[in-house]
């Protein structure tokens, strides 16, 4: 995810995320562009409200950040869906 979060940084979106394991070279490549991301999955990381959420395939139901985008029914799409609409 950390390329599209670049690519999507570069477009001119605001970009943020979570993942329990990031790790170079994807840690630094997101440092290197400004993004900052949380190491832990918290309901609380969808504050501000997003306009969208990019969800990883490896997400699941129980997730407290896909559950948050769920009960909020916040916009969201895949990294295959987001790749085709940009």
């Known amino acids: 995810m950390a390329p ?3 690519m999507l940084r570069e477009r001119g979106f605001r970009v943020t995320g ?3 394991g990031v790790y170079p070279p ?3 490549l ?3 562009l400004g ?3 949380f190491h832990t999955f918290d309901a609380a990381h969808m504050q501000p409200t997003p306009n969208l959420a990019v969800i990883g395939n490896i997400i699941a139901r129980g997730n ?3 559950e948050e985008v769920l009960d909020r029914k916040i916009p969201y ?3 295959p869906e987001i790749l085709e609409e940009v």
Do not use: H, N
């Open 30 to 32: 997101l440092e290197s």
């Open 64 to 66: 407290p950040e896909l």
């Open 26 to 28: 994807a840690s630094t």
């Open 77 to 79: 799409r895949s990294m």
């Open 4 to 6: 599209l979060a670049g």
């Open 35 to 37: 993004i900052s991301f």
């Open 18 to 20: 979570s993942d329990s």
